[in-house]
């Protein structure tokens, strides 16, 4: 087998090991809703954006005729519509009461009515708040196939388009936790930050951009950068505040 041969294989492989563990991770969740037979502390959001990024790969592999991007992104949707599903089924139905804080709480709430308000909280709806969220990830995605597939009758042009557009998703998708590394140094705390995951992230992201690389392919090489920019800036937060320092200094002011 040629260098180049094997380089390639190598570079595929990764692609698809790396980024199966990453969709993978939402088990550890999938298996807490189903112990707990509850959502808390975990997340609905990431699960529809991250749909909303496998389902666009996964158009843009089929457009290109990719069979790595094909098979990793439908894995990929099918399990991110398992958590969905699983999130959905143990959502609770029934309004719950939100406490808060002061009435100065109350100018942040516009959209609440009063007749919602209860004392110090106000009622709110998870089941309600997931259907929204889920109707909203239906419109899109119905919105993007009316546009790619009915007005962008050009092929190429609709694989530059749909390329463009997961690009886009995808670098958002990275840039979208700078909030919590903005936290981390503020707290000087890495303690909401998950070192696999980081791991995790830089091989995934390394990965594609070599892939990207390898084919010529600058919707995949670049939207993939800021997964390993990120990654570099928090192993800076790891090594400049310890989680071990971080355990020690919460000991020490309880």
Sequence with gaps: MEAGGFLDSLIYGACVVFTLGMFSAGLSDLRHMRMTRSVDNVQFLPFLTTEVNNLGWLSYGALKGDGILIVVNTVGAALQTLYILAYLHYCPRKARLVALPSLRCLCCLPWASANKLRGKGFCQNPWRVVLL?????????????????????????????????????????????LADLAKVIQTKSTQCLSYPLTIATLLTSASWCLYGFRLRDPYIMVSNFPGIVTSFIRFWLFWKYPQEQDRNYWLLQT
């Design 133 to 177: 969220q889920t109707a909203t990830l239906l419109g899109v995605l119905l919105l993007g196939y009316g546009y790619f597939w009915l007005l962008v009758p050009n092929p190429e042009a609709r694989l530059q388009q749909l390329g463009l557009f997961c690009s886009v998703f995808t670098i958002s998708m990275y840039l979208s936790p």
